[in-house]
């Protein structure tokens, strides 16, 4: 065995556990800042109440069939959202990307609108679509849209030209150009997308739900806000915040990059 891996081996276990012990030890000081405001009487009660309470709320809520029962509408609109703002945000990616003349004409308008606050269009999506899951969706997938189309138009104009001029050097379709050259060359992109639209889709789901709506994981949130009772607050934005971890943690096992990295 070469004896710089022989050397380099323990040096790479060092470093990762340096790197943990220093993760830890972050955490362990938040968490000591945290029980000192707690203690402290600094703020109203509750306000920022200890750990031990969110915990012991944070397991009541994952006991209780009211998280469930609201979990289960948020779930199923962030799916349909991110199903949707995707493949409207590939299709529209793919136009803007492959043509010079529509990304010029209408790409700045995906960077104008982009930093928008989607919250904005909320009004209108409540009027076409009512209180229900719809205005949700709409929201989720408009969260999602930006994102995916303009990584994606990026993305295609970053493909390698050898590829496109072997592609019209066998006559392929566009369909046989998009399935063939542009998708697989477009998987870091996508990947890209995915991770970016999941959080902004999972914000504006629950933004939907907190201001209006009768069910889903922000409507609890609000619900328990307006009863004070912070520590189940906090339990249930722990729940959003594993919803939206578990969600990335997903995209980043199953979504395999070329090479075989990920």
């Known amino acids: 065995m070469d004896q710089a891996a022989v050397i380099a081996r323990p040096r790479g276990r060092a470093r990762v556990s340096s790197s943990s012990l220093l993760r830890l030890a972050t955490f362990l000081v938040l968490w000591a800042l945290w029980e000192a405001l707690a203690a402290s009487g600094l703020l109203f009660r509750d306000v920022v109440p200890s750990s031990f309470k969110v915990v012991a709320s944070l397991w009541e809520l994952l006991t209780s069939p009211s998280l469930y029962y609201n979990l289960e509408l948020t779930l199923a609109e962030v799916l349909v959202s991110m ?19 529509a990304g010029k004409a209408f790409e700045p308008y995906l960077h104008y609108l982009a930093p928008t ?36 138009a990026t993305g295609v104009r970053q493909v390698d030209p050898v590829l496109r001029r072997v592609g019209r050097s066998f006559n392929l379709t566009l369909k046989q150009t998009i399935q063939k050259i542009y998708l697989p060359a477009l998987v870091p992109a996508i990947a890209t997308g995915l991770k970016l639209g ?32 912070i520590p189940a607050m906090y339990a249930a934005l722990i729940v959003a915040f594993g919803l939206a971890a578990l969600g990335n943690m997903l995209i980043t096992r199953f979504v395999r990059l070329p090479g075989g990295k990920r």
Do not use: D, H, W
Not at 201 to 219: D, P, Q, V, Y
């Open 117 to 152: 606050p989607k919250i904005v269009f909320l009004p209108i999506f409540l009027v076409f679509f009512g209180v229900g899951p719809g205005s949700k969706i709409a929201m989720g997938s408009l969260s999602c849209f930006f994102p995916m189309a303009l990584s994606v």
């Open 198 to 229: 999941l959080g902004v889709t999972i914000i504006g789901c629950l933004l939907a739900e907190i201001k209006m709506s009768n069910r889903g994981l922000g409507f609890l949130v609000m619900q328990y806000y307006t009863q004070f009772r």
């Open 83 to 101: 199903a949707l703002g995707t493949l409207a945000g590939i299709a529209i990616g793919l136009g803007l990307g492959a043509s010079r003349f």
